[in-house]
């Protein structure tokens, strides 16, 4: 007789990898109980969240609800950081610094197509310059014209690997910014 054993997530199709179910497991219960401690005490940032990553593996965690919850929690504590600084610096201070960083990503954002970041080198691949100028445009679009966009539109941007690309970490920083922006003004 088989014992049904209960998971928080759906488990990965055979035959595909999942996320490391220990790993996802440990790291919800760090996020748990840093949510549960005093703001600022729990040692876990929204940032931190969305830079978590797990091992692959066989019989792993489905990696789409493992993401979804993931973005959950982010906002959440991206909520939590948002009221406790505003409580400590006011609105003026919290909206005038999320103001400043945004002033920042939109210079990035209005260089020239082919030229907003660093390229690696020719052997090296990075993100492929047209896909990214490609979100770009959305970008510049959500700061100078309202134009709407989600915070998923921008996490969930996939980029096409090319030769002398942008490089990514630049890429990624400033998509985090534009995220924590997104974040500040809900």
């Given at each position: 007789?088989?014992?049904?054993?209960?998971?928080?997530?759906?488990?990965?199709?055979?035959?595909?990898?999942?996320?490391?179910?220990?790993?996802?497991?440990?790291f919800?219960?760090?996020?748990?109980?840093?949510?549960?401690?005093?703001?600022?005490?729990?040692?876990?940032?929204?940032?931190?969240i969305?830079?978590?990553?797990?091992?692959?593996?066989?019989?792993?965690?489905?990696?789409?609800?493992?993401?979804?919850?993931?973005?959950?929690?982010?906002?959440?504590?991206?909520?939590?950081?948002?009221?406790?600084?505003?409580?400590?610096?006011?609105?003026?201070?919290?909206?005038?610094?999320?103001?400043?960083?945004?002033?920042?990503?939109?210079?990035?954002?209005?260089?020239?197509e082919?030229?907003?970041?660093?390229?690696?080198?020719?052997?090296?691949a990075?993100?492929?310059?047209?896909?990214?100028d490609?979100?770009?445009?959305?970008?510049?679009?959500?700061?100078?014209?309202?134009?709407?966009?989600?915070?998923?539109?921008?996490?969930?941007?996939?980029?096409?690997?090319?030769?002398?690309?942008?490089?990514?970490?630049?890429?990624?920083?400033?998509?985090?910014?534009v995220?924590?922006?997104?974040?500040?003004?809900?």
């Open positions: 007789m088989m014992v049904a054993v209960s998971t928080p997530f759906p488990l990965s199709p055979q035959g595909q990898l999942g996320y490391d179910s220990t790993e996802v497991d440990a919800l219960a760090r996020a748990r109980s840093a949510y549960a401690a005093a703001p600022g005490e729990g040692g876990l940032t929204s940032a931190d969305r830079r978590t990553a797990f091992a692959m593996t066989k019989s792993g965690y489905s990696t789409g609800h493992v993401d979804a919850a993931l973005e959950r929690l982010e906002d959440a504590f991206a909520e939590r950081e948002r009221e406790r600084a505003r409580r400590q610096a006011g609105d003026d201070e919290w909206y005038g610094g999320a103001r400043q960083t945004a002033e920042e990503i939109v210079a990035r954002l209005d260089r020239p082919g030229h907003r970041f660093d390229r690696v080198g020719f052997l090296t990075g993100y492929h310059p047209r896909d990214v490609r979100l770009v445009r959305r970008l510049q679009g959500y700061f100078s014209d309202g134009r709407a966009l989600s915070i998923d539109d921008v996490r969930g941007s996939v980029f096409r690997a090319k030769r002398g690309g942008y490089r990514e970490a630049q890429v990624d920083v400033v998509l985090d910014a995220v924590d922006v997104m974040l500040a003004v809900r």
